[in-house]
C-alpha cells in the first residue's frame, strides 16, 4: 500500500496546458482503469474532478481530462486559469476494496 | 443537497480513543459505500477505511487495523470511526466520504473534515 507517485509541484501560465502524471503499479494503476483525481484548496475538503481514468462527473469543465498508459495515469488542464491553482490527488483502486492516493501536486498558475 | 458532516474529533492523549461521526443528508444513505480518508498536516490523501452499503463488508489500511472499527447506521444516515490506541501519527483532518454511484473506487463527495490531534 504505497502511495502513488505525483511530482511536488508543477507551474503554467494562464492559458496554457499542464500534465500531471501518478505513477503505481501493476497492482494498482496498472491494474485497473479506476483511477480518479481530486482538486483541493487550502484549508478545503477535496472536489472530485475525474473518476475511471477519464470521465468527468457533471459540473467539471471540460478543461480537466484524464488519461492512462501503463503504470502512470495523468491529468492534463488545459486553458489554465487563475482559479485551478490548487493541489491534485491522484487516486487508485488497489484491490481488495483498498484505494492508494498519490502525494499530491500543488498547481501554481504564474 | 448531499451534505457530509463529520464531529467528534479532539485532542488525546497517546493510547486514547475518540469516535468520529459522519451525519449523512440529501441522498439515500444505504445505497453507497462509505470511505473515511484523514489527511495529516501539510501532508496527502491517505485512505483509511471503507464500508459496504448494508455494513456487512469492511476493510482497512494496513497501518489501522485492529485499532480502528467502520461501522454505519442506515436508520440513522450516520458512519462512524472508533479509533482506539491512538498514536502521535495518527494526527490528521478525518474526512468522510462518499462512494460514486455504488461503487468503492471514486468519491464524489466529503464532508469538511474533522481535526484528530494525539499528543501528551
Known sequence: QSALTQPRSVSGSPGQS??????GTSSDVGGYNY???YQQYPGKAPK?????VSKRPSG??????????GNTASLTISGLQAEDEADYYCCSYAGS????????TKLTVL | EVQLVESG???????????LSCAASGFIFSNNWMTWVRQAPGKGL????NIK???SEKYYVDSVKGRFTISRDNANNSLFLQINSLRAEDTAIYYCARGYVTGVDSLDYWGQGTLVAVSS
Request: net charge negative.
Open chain 1, 97 to 104: 476494496y483498498s484505494l492508494v492516493f498519490g502525494g499530491g
Open chain 1, 35 to 37: 483511477v480518479s483525481w
Open chain 1, 18 to 23: 499542464v500534465t500531471i502524471s501518478c505513477t
Open chain 2, 46 to 49: 491517505e485512505w483509511v477505511a
Open chain 1, 48 to 52: 472530485f474532478m475525474i473518476y475511471d
Open chain 2, 53 to 55: 452499503q448494508d455494513g
Open chain 2, 9 to 19: 474529533g479532539g485532542l488525546v492523549q497517546p493510547g486514547g480513543s475518540l469516535r
Open chain 1, 60 to 69: 467539471v469543465p471540460d478543461r480537466f481530462s484524464g488519461s492512462k498508459s
